[in-house]
């Protein structure tokens, strides 16, 4: 059986180094906001470009605070409206509605499944205060257009760069006094997540907030610790979402080789993209620049099913990013009658295939082989 994601593979390389970590966090014994969280936030903000880099418990958290920061410095209301892309991944919208703020979805590409930004400018209202940049399957969002687009109507962008660690704009943008390029700099925040199966993968759940505002830094790292910068002295109402100490050990190990892992990622997809040829397939679309870090490769297929099934009887594991559009989730009732056609499209027939950097090249070419013979 071919893998979707071997994860035992994946971080077979660094088990001496993890003991490692582990063995000298046991003997410092701080496991709470330690050495190590400090060490990979140093770390990651200047992988990232960025100021600041904030550990916290997981990518839904970095983004529900990211606008509850905003909240406590009067950039954002409870109530404002907040740009979307109808096709993401559900914890973005989910972040927005904890946050008490109000989701509007905009359909994205159908050729990069990326948000639209030609539909933006229709949908903001006086209550628009914000768009929510997703960086779906590890392709950058036209950052370029919607951040014209957000100065135009004084919008704050933050990213969902939880897919796309690594991927780096081609041109430069000037939006503070940094050079804005790579995904995590390309807006006022952006919100992280390192699960497991992520191209920088923790060990169970972590994620992190980027940003060079001095101002928001300061509250968000409050407001991952109960809304206190001193111990029992609580200015915000925080929460507990702090990156794990060994997390975060973790990371600081497997954060210098990101590029090399992607690097790897984008070799399986050169070969996918010229030798995957089954008019039945639709193959993503990439410039070849690294805009694109491929965290998943999506194709479409319009039976999907049937594809999904005959992969699987020839021993090729698949998966589907995501069966059921935000908008048709029970959890989100009020905007089941919504109609979002690309976006119902896309759910309908994405299919993930196999692709991680530790997969042989005998593997790559058989899952090439038995898609040619569908």
Known sequence: MIKFLDLHKINLPYQAAFHEKMQQVLDKGWFILGDEVKTFERDFAHYCGTKYCIGVGN?????????????????????????????????????VLQADLVPVL????LETY????????????????????????GQLAEMDKINAIAKQHNLLVIEDSAQAHGATMNCELQ??????????????????????????????????????????????????????????YNEFIGVNSRLDELQAAFLTVKLPHLDKE????????????????????TLPYWDGSNNHVFHLFVIRTENRQALQD?????????????????????????????S??????????????????????????YVIQILNQY
């Open 175 to 232: 939006i503070t006094n940094y050079e804005l390029r790579k995904a995590g700099n390309l807006s006022n925040a952006s919100a992280f997540s390192f699960y497991p199966g992520k191209n920088l993968g923790s060990l169970g759940d972590a994620g992190a907030i980027t940003t060079n505002d001095d101002a928001l830094a300061k509250v968000l790292f409050a407001l991952r610790n109960y809304g206190s910068e001193q111990k029992y």
């Open 59 to 95: 990518g839904l958290d970095a983004m529900v605070l990211i606008f509850k920061a905003y909240i406590e410095l009067g950039k954002l209301q409870k109530g404002d409206e907040v740009i979307v892309p109808a096709n993401t991944y559900i914890a973005s919208i989910l972040a």
């Open 262 to 281: 992607n690097e790897a990622r984008k070799s399986i997809v050169k070969r996918y993209l010229t030798e995957i040829k089954n008019d039945k397939i």
């Open 114 to 137: 990326n948000l639209n930004p030609d539909l933006i400018a229709e949908k903001i209202t006086s209550k628009t205060k914000a768009i929510l940049a997703v960086h779906l399957y």
């Open 340 to 365: 979002f056609p690309i976006t119902e499209k896309i759910h309908q027939e994405v299919l993930s295939l196999p692709l991680s950097p530790v997969m042989t090249v005998e593997e790559v070419g």
């Open 310 to 338: 005959y992969l699987k009887q020839n021993n090729i594991e698949t998966l589907i990013h995501y069966p059921v559009p935000p908008h048709k989730q029970k959890a989100l009732s009020q905007w089941n009658s919504s």
């Open 106 to 109: 905009v359909e994205p590409k």
